[in-house]
């Protein structure tokens, strides 16, 4: 699919993004702090996730889903989807302006892992 041109946009579409962001984060906040799988013990992303790729859909223009992807990746240790997800943030038609700073320390995090080994 083709992304429309900047000045096709609608504000309902502007909003929907802006509603699955919002969503996703709020979603990336509850596991941050305590939610688990009952049953796996393991933190449940997905809801987030979700939210951030069903954004992407929706205005594959729009840098911040990657950039909110790649904070769900730094938080559980993909330090490869993580710089993936902050370049592809960045190099958008409308890049998302922290990407370019949440990369700088994913590869700062990523080099001193490195450095222990």
Known sequence: RRAEPASERTSTVQSVLCSLIYAGDIARYAVQYGAEDAATGRKP???????YEMAI???????NPH?????????????FETVYRYVRSIFAEEPFGSSVDNLAAALVKARGAGDAD
């Open 45 to 51: 992303w997905e809801r987030a996730r979700t939210c």
């Open 57 to 63: 859909k929706v205005a594959p223009w729009a840098g």
């Open 67 to 79: 950039n909110q992807l790649g904070v769900v990746a730094f938080q559980q240790g993909d330090e």
